[in-house]
């Protein structure tokens, strides 16, 4: 069954970088897409980013600056990345599949100054 | 980018109760494929958000028939037809037809 799963730090200093994976089972890369959606605490979700199925990307345009995505096919991973962490980027980060009709669980990341 | 807004904000509801949800686009969903990719989504407290409804009026597998969603271009509603208790939470409206994608602000769901 289609299942995806994001793994990472739970805790980062501010201006450090944040490195998240995003594991996937169920499905291939290569025919889907994987999107990062956060929600900081109490607030709704903002759309990160998205790596297609040929493995363009596409980035909410207030992170451009500071955000990559990349993959692994071959371990059916998805990489996200973030440098110049502040604490209003405490956030659940959450991983979904192009079509918004699987998500991971999420991972609460607090950035500390 | 794309901004869509929600309204209301907030809805209290009884059980049983029909209530709609509007969603506004800062300009057209309608993409050059002839689709529109505005979707709905519902997340319940602590969970991750689950898909309702894809492409305005497309109910996901396993969503009950009391969903439904309408509209065109820039106007867009969700309608629920008899509220359950198992409906409570917020709902989103997204859209995927102009990069970078784009969510609403969101519309909890109360108990009256």
């Known amino acids: 069954q289609v299942q995806l799963k994001e793994s990472g730090p739970v805790l980062v200093q501010a201006s450090e970088t944040l490195s998240l994976t995003c594991t996937v089972s169920?499905?291939?890369?290569?025919?889907?897409?994987v999107i990062w959606v956060r929600q900081p605490p109490g607030k709704g979700l903002e759309w990160m980013g998205i790596?297609?199925?040929?493995?363009?990307?596409d980035y909410n345009s207030a992170l451009k600056s500071r955000l990559s995505i990349n993959r692994d096919t071959s371990k059916s991973q998805v990489f996200l990345k973030m440098n110049s962490l502040q604490t209003d980027d405490t956030a659940i980060y959450y991983c979904?599949?192009?079509?918004?009709?699987?998500w991971g669980q999420g991972v609460m990341v607090t950035v500390s100054s | 980018d794309v901004v869509l807004t929600q309204t209301p904000p907030t809805l209290s509801a009884t059980i049983g109760q029909s209530v709609s949800i509007s969603c506004r686009s800062s300009?057209?969903?309608?993409?050059?494929?002839?689709?529109?990719?505005l979707n709905w989504l519902l997340q319940r407290p602590g969970q991750s958000p689950q898909l309702l409804i894809y492409?305005?009026?497309n109910l996901e597998s396993g969503v009950p028939n009391r969903f439904s969603g309408s509209g065109s271009e820039t106007d867009f509603t969700l309608k629920i037809s008899g509220v359950e208790a198992e409906d409570l939470g917020v709902y989103y409206c997204?859209?995927?037809?102009?990069?970078?994608?784009?969510f609403g602000g969101g519309t909890k769901l109360e108990l009256k």
């Open positions: 492409s305005v009026s």
């Open positions: 169920g499905f291939s890369l290569t025919n889907y897409g």
């Open positions: 790596i297609w199925r040929n493995g363009n990307t």
């Open positions: 997204m859209q995927a037809t102009h990069a970078p994608w784009t």
């Open positions: 300009q057209s969903l309608l993409d050059s494929d002839g689709d529109t990719y």
């Open positions: 979904t599949r192009d079509e918004i009709d699987y």
